[in-house]
């Protein structure tokens, strides 16, 4: 009798709690968050950790599939697909989760504190919860897509009638065939105010008609998708704001949490080695066949000039600790270079140069140990005239004149030529600058791709050693007992 009465109050109080999750997110947040109000949940920290690496997964997949050039119909599976495998659905089987629907929300902004401290991860973010957000707009049903607007902040958008349309007819004489079909599918004209639609008008994808505009509904989505878009750059710009305080308030629970996840995205999702000691100085002249043409044309340029920009030298340097050389290495080998330089004597490196390796190992300043350069921190570069870093598929493309002739006379370099040449300088003058990268890969590597697509040089770097040098049987069983002993 005691067990029964244990269950049915346990059953009561998960019934209640159901219903509380139920009352708060199945209103206005049903199918869809704008992600405006921040969740006030009791919830452990093992809890909120899962859910934003859960939720970092899925970006991810998103992030690798943009990459990879897939689009439509091929991003759409890909999203439902990483939804699926990270448990990130608001909905179970058409029917609204409400439990579904609180992890996501808290996902949501858990990796929004988390992605704030830099640009780059704050760009990341944003462009992958947008897409996202496209997908899962895309999904409703329309009467689902005008209340979430409605409920949302969205209310100068509203659908119109078909005595409205009928009406406006000659208004719109100039897509008459286009109002017949509307005649009887009202649903497919909306009207917004003017003030949002003026780059529309003028390209006459919108129609001012009594001050307002009448838009299609796939014009309508566009603006949805630009709304939102402000709004999360927005709410992304506050949490810096919001990540400060709670490091003030929360520093014993939430902040490392914060930190952890912070520092799993900083490699863009690919496993940091760091100082591990596997690269040495002889090592790096006798592997430059798998470096990324970035660190070809860094390298390239510290072996002519003796010396690179703070920009050349800052990524170099982290790239060189990614591929695995150690700090005492590291000096020797920057001391060795910068010192050829008749104007660079050794007193000199040490009193200008030296602090700087060591901050980037993290043992000076405040000791962080920074990250390799991901790709999209290497794109969002501005390189000068005198500097050699940043991503040469951006920088020989953007901006010049010359049809990818440079680009071409590089990748030539590399013994790339022809059709394939061509397809990467293409790639590239459309600004799909990591796919070119990747194509680049597969041209060096005999058609081999890197499946999840190019996010760091050092990735880059460690899948060409894959192939180009593979571990020994003897090397391979050593790793695997050396794994095992560390865990042990």
């Not at 708060?24 to 869809?32: E, F, I, M, T, V």
């Not at 919830?43 to 934003?52: F, V």
């Not at 008749?342 to 043992?363: L, N, Q, T, V, W």
């Amino acid at each position: 009798m005691v067990f029964g009465a244990l269950r049915t109050n346990r059953e009561k109080a998960e019934a209640r709690a159901k219903t509380a999750l139920e009352r708060k997110y199945g209103g206005n947040a049903a199918r869809l968050d704008a992600y405006n109000t921040a969740p006030d949940d009791e919830r452990s920290i093992e809890y909120l950790e899962r859910a934003a690496m859960d939720r970092y997964g899925v970006l991810r997949a998103i992030d690798d599939a943009r990459s990879g050039g897939k689009k439509d119909e091929e991003l759409k599976r890909a999203i439902a697909s990483a939804e699926e495998e990270y448990n990130m659905r608001r909905t179970t089987g058409g029917t609204f989760d409400a439990e579904g629907a609180a992890r996501d929300a808290t996902s949501h902004f858990l990796l929004r504190l988390a992605s704030c401290r830099s640009e780059e991860h704050r760009r990341w973010f944003r462009e992958n919860e947008l897409e996202l957000f496209k997908y899962r707009y895309g999904e409703l049903s329309l009467d689902a897509k005008m209340e979430f607007m409605r409920t949302n902040g969205f209310n100068d958008y509203a659908r119109a009638s078909e005595k409205e349309v009928r009406e406006r007819r000659d208004d719109l004489r100039d897509y008459q065939r286009m109002c017949e079909e509307a005649a009887s599918e009202a649903s497919r004209w909306f009207v917004v105010g003017f003030e949002e639609v003026c780059p529309l008008v003028k390209s006459r994808r919108a129609y001012l008609i009594g001050g307002n505009a009448w838009i299609r509904k796939e014009t309508l989505d566009q603006l949805v998708f630009g709304r939102f878009k402000t709004m999360l750059n927005k709410m992304v710009a506050e949490a810096i704001t919001l990540f400060n305080k709670f490091e003030k308030k929360e520093a014993h629970r939430l902040t490392p949490l914060l930190k952890s996840v912070h520092n799993r995205r900083s490699g863009s999702g690919y496993d940091f080695q760091g100082e591990d000691g596997t690269m040495s100085i002889a090592g790096i002249e006798a592997t430059q066949e798998s470096f990324p043409l970035c660190m070809r044309q860094l390298y390239k340029a510290l072996k002519k000039d003796h010396h690179l920009t703070h920009g050349g030298r800052r990524q170099l340097q982290l790239y060189l600790k990614g591929i695995g050389l150690p700090l005492d290495q590291a000096l020797v080998f920057w001391k060795t270079e910068f010192t050829k330089h008749p104007k660079c004597s050794a007193e000199k490196f040490e009193k200008d140069y030296a602090y700087g390796i060591r901050h980037a190992y993290g043992k000076e300043g405040k000791r962080v140990n920074y990250t390799p350069h991901a790709c999209g921190q290497c794109i969002a570069a501005d390189p000068g005239v005198k500097d050699a870093h940043g991503c040469p598929f951006k920088t020989l493309t953007s901006g010049v004149k010359d049809n990818g002739a440079r680009l071409h006379e590089l990748l030539g370099t590399l013994k790339i030529s022809g059709a394939k040449s061509h397809a990467i300088v293409e790639k590239a003058t459309n600004m799909h600058y990591q796919i070119a990268c990747g194509m680049t890969f597969a041209a060096i590597h005999d058609g081999v791709e890197i499946e999840a697509g190019v996010h760091t040089p050092h990735q880059y770097f460690h899948e060409s050693r894959k192939i180009l040098a593979p571990p020994t049987a003897s090397e391979a069983v050593l790793g695997d007992a050396n794994a095992q002993s560390v865990a042990a």
